[in-house]
Every structure is written in structure tokens, then in C-alpha cells.
Antibody, heavy 118, light 110 residues
Framework: QVQLQESGPGLVKPSQTLSLTCTVSGGSISSGGYYWSWIRQHPGKGLEWIGYIFYSGDTYYNPSLKSRLTISVDTSKNQFSLKLTSVTAADTAVYYC??????????WGQGALVTVSS | QSALTQPASVSGSPGQSITISCTGTSSDVGSYNLVSWYQQHPGKAPKLMIYEVHKRPSGVSDRFSGSKSDNTASLTISGLQAEDEADYYCCSYAGSNTLVFGGGTKLTVL
């Protein structure tokens, strides 16, 4: 059974960089056939796709976040990561990491609340 | 890339059937059979219920079914049960390796 777990600071100051890591267990990121995504949910709001990465390192980003976003993968640690720069209060959200198939998300982490505040 | 349109809320009584719509455009829902649906209970992570318009993952009840017509996808839940009360989100491939979600629908079981 694949499991994903987000980790990282729960509080980030405005204008700084939000960094989260997703650790995958029960399956290898390197096995291929899947893509690894980040999705966020603003408090009381809907879901927003952030971007995804293949084990090869190929990345695809939400155009609205692309200029501030980097998603990377560390296959040796079976982890992938999210970095979002120049954050504002609008980036306060629960961030989920997921495994994806053909443009769907079949395994989700429990989510990590990140609050942007001074 | 605009969010897909879902009704804010739907409701039904136990045993009834309900349908949640998800309206996009010819650039997303209308162009690809790559619509998925997610169920989210309060405080929990979303759960995949339907993928590729109508396919059900292993373990998902056959009371859940999906379909698509033109730019609108639909999720139907038959034999409504109290445990089905949750938020439901649709998601579609939107071309150029991007995806877009709907705004979500709150299902109330009366």
C-alpha cells in the first residue's frame, strides 16, 4: 500500500519561501508509470492543482504559479519536494502530495497546513 | 485556465439518486476523457472515486458512476447513504500537461 507523508514548516513569513517534502513509502518513485503531484486547498475552499513531476525529473506546473514554483525529486530518498517563493497570505492552505495515474490522483498524503504570517 | 463549474450544493434522501454536474469547456472536459471525481469528508484528504470519466478504482462502491456529454461531466450516486455526505470535486485534464479542478459540491443527505 502506497503511503505519502508531507513534512515541512507550518508557518512561513510573507515574502519568504515555502518548502515542503513528501516522503513516499510502500512503493518506489523510480518505478515509473506515475507522476507525483502537489495540490493545495485554501481554508474552506476548493482544490487547486499546483504541479507534478515524473521520476525522470520532468515537471509541469500550474501556469498561475509557475513563476514562483519548483518541484523536484530525490529518488535516492524516495521523496519529492515543493518550493514556492515570495509567498503571501494567499498561499495559506493545506498542501497535499499525491501519486497520479493518467491525470488522476489515486493516493494522497494527509495534508500539511502551511500558514503565511509574520 | 478557469475552474470547472459545479453546483455549490446538492441534497437527497437516503435511498435516492443524485447527480452532480461539472461543466468545463471544449478545451478541457469536452476534449478529453480524463475527468476524475474525488470525495472529501471534513478534515480528511480527498479520495478518488471515478477516473477517466467512468472508471471506478478498486474498492469504490458501484453506487458511484460517472459520465460525460460534451463539455459537462456528471457523477451519479445511487442508493444514497448517510456516509456519502461529503464534498465532491471534479478534475479534468486541460491540455499542455495541466489539470483543473471544479469548485466543489457539498452533498447533504437529508
Amino acid at each position: 500500500q502506497v503511503q505519502l507523508q508531507e513534512s515541512g514548516p507550518g508557518l512561513v513569513k510573507p515574502s519568504q519561501t515555502l518548502s515542503l517534502t513528501c516522503t513516499v513509502s510502500g512503493g518506489s518513485i523510480s518505478s515509473g508509470g506515475y507522476y507525483w503531484s502537489w495540490i493545495r486547498q485554501h481554508p474552506g475552499k476548493g482544490l487547486e492543482w499546483i504541479g507534478y513531476i515524473f521520476y525522470s525529473g520532468d515537471t509541469y506546473y500550474n501556469p498561475s504559479l509557475k513563476s514562483r514554483l519548483t518541484i523536484s525529486v530525490d529518488t535516492s530518498k524516495n521523496q519529492f519536494s515543493l518550493k514556492l517563493t515570495s509567498v503571501t497570505a494567499a498561499d495559506t492552505a493545506v498542501y497535499y502530495c499525491t501519486r497520479g495515474g493518467t491525470y488522476f490522483f489515486d493516493y494522497w498524503g494527509q495534508g500539511a497546513l502551511v500558514t503565511v504570517s509574520s | 485556465q478557469s475552474a470547472l463549474t459545479q453546483p455549490a450544493s446538492v441534497s437527497g434522501s437516503p435511498g435516492q439518486s443524485i447527480t452532480i454536474s461539472c461543466t468545463g469547456t471544449s478545451s478541457d472536459v469536452g476534449s478529453y476523457n480524463l475527468v476524475s471525481w474525488y470525495q472529501q469528508h471534513p478534515g480528511k484528504a480527498p479520495k478518488l472515486m471515478i477516473y477517466e470519466v467512468h472508471k471506478r478504482p478498486s474498492g469504490v462502491s458501484d453506487r458511484f458512476s460517472g459520465s460525460k456529454s460534451d463539455n459537462t461531466a456528471s457523477l451519479t450516486i445511487s442508493g444514497l447513504q448517510a456516509e456519502d455526505e461529503a464534498d465532491y470535486y471534479c478534475c479534468s485534464y486541460a491540455g499542455s500537461n495541466t489539470l483543473v479542478f471544479g469548485g466543489g459540491t457539498k452533498l447533504t443527505v437529508l
